[in-house]
């Protein structure tokens, strides 16, 4: 490890404690100027590190840089993240991700990026990825599992994105079936999932869970269509979160709920946030326009919706699609 890395792990890991020049020079085992030269390298690379005369240097609280030794700084895993990679622009970090589990990337392998040129939700919508702005990472799992449990990683990541979410926040979200977090009424965070099918076309070869957040403010980035029904964590709270933090947050979750997916212990978390639930929704269901209430998420994390004659459906994640609270007309 050179003095740069060194120090930026020196500097994530004192919890955003001043640190003496002398101090880290001692530490690190080089001079207070190679410790200086550094501190510049890291500031013009986006590390923002704040320096003040009688007290030495420390990573801002605000700093806005992803990066993978912060985000490992934070993290608490055993196997999920452990293999990291983070880059400043990729096209997808869900292709990404498939094309490292296609070529043997072992369970729990990440792929975090600063934006996405070609972000993807489900059906081929486009996933917005403005740059400083969000989370947009990709986790690669190979559990042990038929092709039906991928609805069930969605599921349970979106529970694990929640408990982050409000870790971090104080401010409880909700989860709206299947795949959304909202925050004050409007979309924060999408999750995709994505399976690839064994040889013998029954289990999972590897599933790639995708999970985009919006954490610093959107105001801008998104257009006038988008804004009505997406907006971020700091437009939302006013809190301006380490998106590094809330990383770590959201993998240390997603591992203990994605340990065991056969447990669904996490589905009362899901169902204590969902908000369609107790509501008349509307949704189309293959063509078919689609009405009647929602009344709760059964054990397979299906919809329950009762229909106007009184018949009760289970909608399967698959099945149904632009999923929404229907709106009375006064
Ligand atoms: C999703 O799809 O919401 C799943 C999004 C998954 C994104 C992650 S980011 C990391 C990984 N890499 C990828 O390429 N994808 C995953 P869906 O339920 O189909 O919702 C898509 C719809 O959400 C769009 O049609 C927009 O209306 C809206 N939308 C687009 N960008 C958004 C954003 N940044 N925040 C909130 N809503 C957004």
């Given at each position: ?13 004192s ?31 986006g ?20 990066s ?29 991700a ?10 729990g ?66 989860i ?26 029954k ?6 869970i995708?999970?985009g ?25 006013g ?21 065991d ?14 908000l ?44 149904a699609?632009l ?8």
């Amino acid at each position: 490890m050179n003095v740069k890395e060194s120090l930026l792990n020196t500097l994530a890991a004192s919890g955003g404690e001043y640190i003496s020049g002398a101090a880290l020079a001692e530490k690190l085992g080089v001079s207070r100027n190679a410790v200086w030269k550094a501190v510049k390298a890291l500031q013009t690379e986006g590390y923002t590190i704040e320096s003040v005369t009688s007290k030495g240097y420390r990573l801002a609280m605000n700093n806005n840089r992803l990066s993978e030794k912060l985000i490992t700084a934070h993290l608490n895993t055993k196997l999920l993240g452990r293999q990291l990679k983070v880059f400043d622009e990729i096209n997808s970090t869900n292709t990404a991700a498939k094309e490292l589990a296609s070529g043997g990337a072992p369970h729990g392998t990440a792929v975090v990026a600063d934006t996405q040129t070609m972000g993807r939700g489900r059906l081929g919508r486009t996933f917005v990825s403005p740059a400083g702005t969000g989370i947009y990472l990709s986790v690669i799992l190979h559990p042990d599992l038929e092709l039906e449990a991928t609805s069930m990683m969605t599921i349970a990541a979106s529970v694990a994105v929640a408990e982050a979410i409000e870790e971090l926040t104080g401010v409880p979200v909700q989860i709206k079936w299947v795949n959304d977090i909202y925050l004050g009424g409007k979309k924060i965070c999408g999750i995709l999932t994505e399976a690839s099918l064994g040889l013998e076309m029954k289990s999972l070869d590897y599933a790639v869970i995708g999970i985009g957040v919006n954490v610093r403010s959107v105001r801008g980035e998104f257009d006038s269509e988008l804004i009505q029904t997406a907006t971020s964590i700091e437009d939302e709270t006013g809190l301006v979160i380490d998106r590094n933090a809330l990383c770590a947050a959201i993998l240390d979750r997603l591992e203990v709920y994605t340990d065991d997916l056969r447990d669904r212990s996490f589905l009362k978390g899901y169902r204590r946030r969902e908000l369609l639930t107790g509501n008349d929704i509307t949704a189309m269901v293959g063509s078919q326009p689609f009405t009647g209430k929602a009344t709760g998420i059964d054990g397979n994390g299906n919809l329950i919706v009762e229909l106007p004659d009184g018949s009760v459906k289970h909608l399967g994640s698959g099945e149904a699609n632009l999923c929404r609270i229907k709106k009375h007309l006064p």
